[in-house]
Structures are given as structure tokens and as C-alpha cells.
């Protein structure tokens, strides 16, 4: 069965991904987020891996949140060893995108539903590494010439 890591940051970003959460049981699978007390509940329900939270609004701390996170994303990397990772951002997922792609994982990038007109930060980083990488807007075509448009996930 293959392995699947769906990760990405709270709000916005998880409510995206857990739309997707139908076919979690297709596959060997780990949920992958941020730890808050929203999230930290989901383990009842999910087979889940933590992160640590980090706000960009407090710029010197999330740096350091932000490296750790990378250490951590190592760990849980190496930990469930996925053949796949999918999903929806943001600044959570960027650096286990770049972990995956470098030992030759698939990478499943699906741009923010909330994006219409103009490209997230980390669409723009994870676009050139991704495997596939879906748009859910036409109009994201002309940032994501390579993209796929299926429609929303909602």
C-alpha cells in the first residue's frame, strides 16, 4: 500500500486538506500539522504527526519555530518514509516538500482555494520541485502555466 503524508498548516489550509480526507483510507497514511489546541484532538480520529505552531506575525520567534520545525520535519520525514506528499501549504509544508523531493518523493501541491488572482509564497517555492501541482481557480493558470485545474476540492 503506498505511503501518503497530506500535510499542511492550520486553518484554512487544513480545512482544504481534510476535504481530501475520503481517500486517506486508500493508503498508509499520516496527517501532518501544526499542534494547537484545535489540532491536538485530531489524533482520536487521525493517524497524526505534529509540528510546532508559528505565527509570521511574531517574525524573530517564528524563525526559530521555523528551523525547529525543519529538524522536526526531518524526523517525521524519515519516521513514516512517504512515497507521496500531498498538500495545500503553507509555510508548514514548504520544507517537508523540499525533504521529499530530494529523496526522489512525489509531490502533490494544491494552490489555496482562497487564491484567485495572485500566487501564495509557498506555491511559488514548492511550484518548480512539485510533481503535480493543482490550481483551483483557471485564472491561477497564468502564474502555474504547468498546473492542473480541476475545480475546487469544496
Given at each position: 500500500m503506498k505511503k501518503v503524508m497530506f500535510i499542511?498548516?492550520?486553518?484554512?489550509?487544513?480545512?482544504?486538506?481534510?476535504?481530501?480526507?475520503?481517500?486517506?483510507?486508500?493508503?498508509?497514511?499520516?496527517?501532518?500539522?501544526?499542534?494547537?489546541?484545535?489540532?491536538?484532538?485530531?489524533?482520536?480520529?487521525?493517524?497524526?504527526?505534529?509540528?510546532?505552531?508559528?505565527?509570521?506575525?511574531?517574525?524573530?520567534?517564528?524563525?526559530?519555530i521555523f528551523l525547529s520545525n525543519v529538524f522536526k520535519s526531518i524526523y517525521l520525514f524519515i519516521k513514516y518514509r512517504p512515497d507521496v506528499i500531498v498538500t495545500t501549504g503553507a509555510h508548514t509544508s514548504v520544507p517537508m516538500c523540499y525533504i521529499g523531493k530530494l529523496f526522489g518523493k512525489k509531490i502533490i501541491f494544491i494552490e489555496s482555494f482562497a487564491k484567485r488572482t495572485s500566487p501564495t509564497l509557498s506555491g511559488r517555492l514548492v511550484y518548480p520541485i512539485s510533481t503535480i501541482f493543482i490550481v483551483q481557480w483557471e485564472s491561477m493558470l497564468k502564474f502555474y502555466p504547468k498546473a492542473k485545474y480541476f475545480g475546487g476540492i469544496y
Amino acid at each position: 500500500m503506498k505511503k501518503v503524508m497530506f500535510i499542511s498548516s492550520v486553518g484554512g489550509h487544513l480545512t482544504q486538506l481534510l476535504e481530501l480526507s475520503s481517500i486517506f483510507k486508500n493508503y498508509d497514511y499520516v496527517l501532518v500539522t501544526e499542534k494547537t489546541s484545535v489540532t491536538k484532538n485530531m489524533i482520536e480520529k487521525y493517524n497524526m504527526g505534529y509540528l510546532l505552531y508559528g505565527s509570521r506575525q511574531y517574525l524573530f520567534k517564528y524563525i526559530f519555530i521555523f528551523l525547529s520545525n525543519v529538524f522536526k520535519s526531518i524526523y517525521l520525514f524519515i519516521k513514516y518514509r512517504p512515497d507521496v506528499i500531498v498538500t495545500t501549504g503553507a509555510h508548514t509544508s514548504v520544507p517537508m516538500c523540499y525533504i521529499g523531493k530530494l529523496f526522489g518523493k512525489k509531490i502533490i501541491f494544491i494552490e489555496s482555494f482562497a487564491k484567485r488572482t495572485s500566487p501564495t509564497l509557498s506555491g511559488r517555492l514548492v511550484y518548480p520541485i512539485s510533481t503535480i501541482f493543482i490550481v483551483q481557480w483557471e485564472s491561477m493558470l497564468k502564474f502555474y502555466p504547468k498546473a492542473k485545474y480541476f475545480g475546487g476540492i469544496y
